[in-house]
């Protein structure tokens, strides 16, 4: 089970910082995405991290602006979103995919979905 939170409204160039608790002692071996649905539209990736948390992955349209980050011990994966814009406005989702990071860009290939956290930013 996953349990995001974190979410808020905050102005443009804001920060926020997202978690995702992860109940279960096999965290550490699921890859960690994040997702984002803003109104209207699909459910898009926004970034993933290995389950070692070695290696990371960003969309475009947030690299350089957000960081994943994750604690193992914790059973916990981050979202450090900085230079926050109005159209990063959206629900954001944390899911686990068992297995490698292959196609972790792709949220059919993810297991297990929290129940999302409201973004708003507002200009």
């Known amino acids: 089970q996953l349990q995001a939170s974190g979410g808020g409204l905050v102005q443009a160039g804001g920060s926020l910082r997202l978690s995702c608790a992860a109940s279960?002692?096999?965290?550490?071996?699921?890859?960690m995405g994040w997702f984002r649905q803003a109104p209207g539209k699909e459910r898009e990736f926004v970034t993933f991290i290995s389950s070692a948390g070695d290696s990371t992955y960003y969309a475009d349209s947030v690299k350089g602006r957000f960081t994943i980050s994750r604690d193992n011990a914790k059973n916990t994966v981050y979202l450090q979103m900085n230079s926050l814009k109005p159209e990063d406005t959206a629900v954001y989702y944390c899911?686990?995919?068992?297995?490698?990071?292959?196609?972790?860009?792709?949220?059919?290939?993810?297991?297990?979905w929290g129940q999302g956290t409201l973004v708003t930013v507002s200009s």
């Open positions: 899911a686990a995919k068992a297995g490698s990071s292959l196609f972790a860009k792709y949220a059919a290939n993810y297991l297990y």
């Open positions: 279960g002692r096999t965290f550490s071996s699921y890859v």
